[in-house]
């Protein structure tokens, strides 16, 4: 589209939703403030770079062969550039700990240091991206049993807090080399296949490791810890120690950040119905964006009725500044560039549809008790011209307008992923 349609189209827009009293460039301004942390793992089908010939485990699975994955360190961060100059706005990167960099030498999960993790900094720092952590409790022979932080062997756990003490130092090294708080969160993949006889001594182990990987202070400028739990799993049908109900008391009593997965719940469970419930008790919470289907909870986050909810109680809520928000989906079966571009594109996309929603009017109406209002106004704000005002923010923000990224991504497919053995 050329510029002056573009501006016009714009102009057009800017006026509607001024009627409605939404200013169009107010919630330009502030949807360029709003950072999403990128999750490295969709660039290589959550593989990591350890090389110890170790497979996925944790009951993640990656599912697809689209060629072109990358193979190196240095293979993913172009990647990541690419999807990058592809997404408007300044953004994060959210790393995760066994795409360490050792130069050749053998180091295990319980000796990495902030050393290991020099070149993904200063790449970070190259970008002016924020960077976000998450220790590796899976993919690893230790982890095989489907235990970890919650191991009946008081060995294998102490092998885990050690992992999760340490990336915690990494995230306040983190912090600090980039001036901008890191995130740390936690996962694990404990839990059963069938039903436990007993549910209750791996929770109070769980607690007890929580608590040695907590016992030292951090300053919170520098890292914030989170923590994150789920329903179920492939190989925990039955039984997730760290549960959604677990984590949350645990961060309500020790004041550590709970993360919400999107495809953590139950099929018609609403993670957004639970920020503003979480966040009257927590100062801040981390989001993994998400769609989850059927089985699957980490599919490449779409324009779905769910996203936008997400969005909407993030931007309604006046919550910008106490949720970080991360996306969490791989997705092996189409380009690896796209699906980071398309994922982070409609994140951005629902944000700004919630940002130029006629909220005040609406408010207003249900105060009053004007349901009947409340719902037209709603429905009446979903095909309102927002696709002039997202078209607008790109080229103002240098990116590719449309689908025009797609030939983007196709040419690097020709020239660089398609030649990767
Ligand atoms: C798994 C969790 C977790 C992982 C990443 C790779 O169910 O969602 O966040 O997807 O750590
Ligand atoms: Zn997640």
């Known amino acids: 589209m050329n510029k002056r349609h573009l501006e016009s189209a714009y102009r057009l827009a800017k006026e509607q939703y001024a009627e409605l009293g939404v200013n169009t460039d107010a919630a330009l301004k502030q949807i360029a403030t709003i950072p999403i942390s990128l999750h490295c793992w969709q660039g290589d ?18 599912t697809g062969n689209h060629p072109g994955k990358a193979r190196t360190p240095g293979e993913l961060r172009a990647d990541i550039e690419k999807s990058l100059s592809l997404i408007p706005g300044k953004h994060r990167l959210n790393l995760h700990a066994f795409y360490a960099e050792f130069g050749g030498k053998k180091v295990d999960r319980d000796a990495i240091a902030p050393e290991h993790f020099g070149n993904w900094i200063a790449w970070c720092k190259q970008h002016g991206l924020g960077m976000d952590f998450n220790p590796t409790c899976f993919s690893h022979p230790k982890a095989a049993a489907g235990f970890t932080l919650s191991h009946p062997d008081k060995d294998i756990r102490r092998f885990w807090v050690e992992h999760c003490v340490r990336c915690r130092a990494i995230g306040a090294a983190i912090g600090k080399a980039l001036g901008k708080t890191c995130v740390t969160n936690i996962w694990i993949p404990d839990g059963m296949k069938d039903t436990p006889a007993d549910r209750k001594s791996p929770r109070e182990r769980l607690a007890a490791s929580l608590d040695a990987i907590f016992a030292k202070k951090i300053d919170a400028k520098l890292n914030r810890d989170a923590i994150e739990g789920k329903l179920f799993g492939i190989g925990s049908e039955s039984y997730v120690v760290g549960s959604h109900e677990f984590y949350l008391a645990y961060a309500v009593r ?16 609403s993670m957004a119905d639970k920020i503003s419930a979480v966040l009257t008790q927590l100062d801040e919470i981390l989001l993994h964006v998400s769609r989850g289907v059927r089985w699957d909870s980490d599919h490449v986050v779409t324009l779905t009725d769910e996203l936008q909810a997400i969005a909407q109680e993030i931007v309604w809520g006046n919550y910008t500044q106490r949720i970080h928000i991360g996306l969490d989906y791989f997705d092996a079966s189409i380009n690896r560039v796209a699906a980071w571009t398309i994922g982070t594109r409609n994140m951005l996309k629902a944000l700004l549809l919630a940002l130029l929603t006629p909220i005040e009017k609406i408010k207003a109406a249900e105060a009053g008790g004007d349901y009947t209002s409340r719902l037209a106004l709603l429905e009446e704000a979903k095909t309102l011209p927002a696709v002039a005002v997202w078209d607008y923010y790109c080229a103002t923000q240098g ?22 053995g």
Request: charged fraction near 25%.
């Open 45 to 62: 089908d959550v593989g990591g770079f350890e090389n110890f010939g170790g497979e996925l485990g944790g009951g993640l699975a990656v």
């Open 254 to 269: 020790h004041n550590k950040l709970v993360t919400l997965d999107a495809g953590h719940y139950h099929p018609t469970e």
């Open 399 to 420: 990116v590719p307008v449309g689908a025009a990224w797609l030939d983007e991504v196709k040419a690097y497919e020709k020239n660089v992923l398609s030649k990767r």
